[in-house]
Each structure stands twice: as C-alpha cells, then as structure tokens.
C-alpha cells in the first residue's frame, strides 16, 4: 500500500488538525483505488506541496503523475482551470475523481522549473503565459468583483488582529483601492499564483503551468507573487521597477491597473504572513509597497 511521505503527514497535521489528519488516513486508500480504477501502475517516489501528494506513475505506457489533494478555497477550480487550458501553457488534465480530490495528469520534468532559469528570461516566460492563459473563464470561478469587495471589509479586523503590521494608512488605502477595482474586473481566468517554482520544463511546450489557483478577474491580478518570490535577485540585478516594466510589457498589462492590484495583493499577503508567522514574506511585502506607493508613474 502507498506509503504517505512522514514530513507531509506532520505538515497536513499541522496546519489542517483533525480534518487533516483524517484525511491522510485515508489518503493510501484513495491512491490504490485510483491506480485501480485509472490503470496506474506506480514508478517513482512521491512528490508533495502543502495540500497535495504528486506521484509519479504509467499508464500503458504513458508517464503521468497521479496528484491527490486536500480540497480548500483556493485549490477546488484547479481542475477545472487545467480542462479549460487543455494542455495549453499548463499541464495536461488527463482525468479527474472529484470525490476523492484525484487527478491525473501529464508528467513533466520535476527537476528543473523557472527557478534554476537567469531572471530576465523567467520573467519573460511567465509573463506570457500569465498573458496566455488569461482567457475567458468559466462558470464555477471565483469573482474578482466580489472577493475584491469582501477583501476590503476584511482587511481592518486583519491588521488589528496581526497588531498592525503596516500603517493604517496602507491598509486603508489598500481596501479602498480593492472596493474601487474590483466592481469593474474582468472575467479572465488569472493563475494569481503564478510562480516561477510552478512552472516546469515539458516536451510538448518548453515550459508549462503546474498548481494553478485562479479567478475570474483581470491579469493584473496575478502580477504580485512574481515579485515577491525573487524580490532580493531583482534588487540586486536592475532593480524593482525594470523588472516590474518588464514583466508589465511582456504580460500586456495596464501599468497602472498592475501597480494598483499588486499594491492590495502586497498587503493581503502580508496580513496572511503575519498571522501564520512568516518573516521574510511580510519584509518583502514592505519593500514593494514602498515602491509601488512611491511610484505614481510606474514607467
């Protein structure tokens, strides 16, 4: 029977308590009935995020990757995403078991990501396929307009909770601006968790999308993580605002409307680091709202 990786098991303990813990329970037995009922045969050691175990498998002969996941908010449309795409710019959805949070899908190449690529060309390939893959969503997304909307109501009991991280000028500005924004979002599909660990080397296309979590709003929504993520490299080789341009340019965004959204995706991020005890992440944060406040013309 599969054996669930024991620093997974600790994790999903850790941050889902007893719901976590019943479901790694059963997680074993979800993966044999799925490798039965897909025809998977199991040929590598198992991979896994935070909410997630990837395993490496063959179907016939196709290589695949049988992901299980435990279901929350932010991860319950990735199938759907991934159909929607259908292999392109992203993996490919072979099938999916809802019931149990399977899927399988096309195997990629877990040893080299946009991370082990120099930043000016990471920044290049993600943001055309943050461009690429903002395409008309379908039924069942989230609305930008209205978790925008909740966002704003939500953001001054975060900060008074976390004590306060940043000034109450920068949260309230943050709020207002995501009331302001968000009635008027479009309704593409954004991976605002683009992230240049996530995208992975595959044959069919060089690089492709892997654990998207998206919304049904503009691309310049899912602009923020790009930055935060390699932030101190950006600094170091041209600084923040060439990067920001950059990635603005070859995305297609409206510089303002990136700058705007990053601004309240910096401090939601920063609250949400705060309150589960990152410390980096929140410093970053700081730094790019400094930059994004301080630029009233970005270009």
């Not at 990471?122 to 379908?138: E, H, M, T, V």
């Not at 920068?170 to 995208?199: F, G, H, Q, W």
């Not at 609250?271 to 970053?284: A, F, H, I, N």
Request: proline content about 5%.
């Amino acid at each position: 029977m599969f054996q669930v990786p024991g620093n997974f098991v600790a994790n999903t303990a850790a941050w889902y308590s007893d719901v976590g813990r019943e479901w790694i329970e059963r997680l074993p037995l979800m993966v044999e009935v799925l490798c039965e009922q897909w025809g998977l045969v199991i040929d590598g050691s198992p991979m896994h995020g935070g909410l997630s175990v990837a395993i490496p498998v063959q179907r016939g002969g196709e290589l695949c990757i049988l992901k299980v996941g435990l279901k929350d908010e932010t991860t319950q449309e990735e199938a759907l995403a991934l159909a929607v795409w259908n292999g392109n710019g992203a993996v490919r959805l072979l099938a999916e078991e809802p019931s149990m949070g399977g899927m399988l899908l096309g195997r990629l190449d877990s040893r080299r990501s946009l991370n082990d690529v120099g930043l000016e060309e990471a920044l290049s390939i993600a943001g055309s396929l943050l461009c690429r893959l903002s395409i008309p969503a379908p039924l069942g997304v989230p609305l930008l307009r209205e978790t925008g909307v909740r966002l704003a109501e939500e953001l001054p009991e975060r900060w008074e909770r976390c004590n306060c991280p940043m000034s109450r000028s920068l949260m309230e500005r943050a709020a207002a601006l995501s009331v302001d924004l968000a009635p008027a979002a479009k309704t593409l599909l954004v991976n605002y968790d683009l992230i240049y660990e996530d995208v992975l080397a595959g044959e069919r296309e060089p690089w492709l999308v892997v654990d998207p979590k998206v919304i049904a709003g503009d691309p310049e929504y899912g602009v923020a993580q790009l930055l935060w993520t390699r932030l101190e490299e950006m600094q170091e080789r041209g600084g923040l605002k060439h990067h920001f341009n950059v990635l603005v340019s070859v995305a297609e965004l409206d510089p303002e409307l990136t700058r705007l959204w990053t601004l309240v995706r910096c401090v939601d991020y920063w609250l949400w680091g705060v309150s589960v005890g990152l410390t980096e992440d929140p410093k970053r944060c700081r730094v790019i709202c400094d930059f994004l406040e301080n630029s009233l013309s970005v270009f």
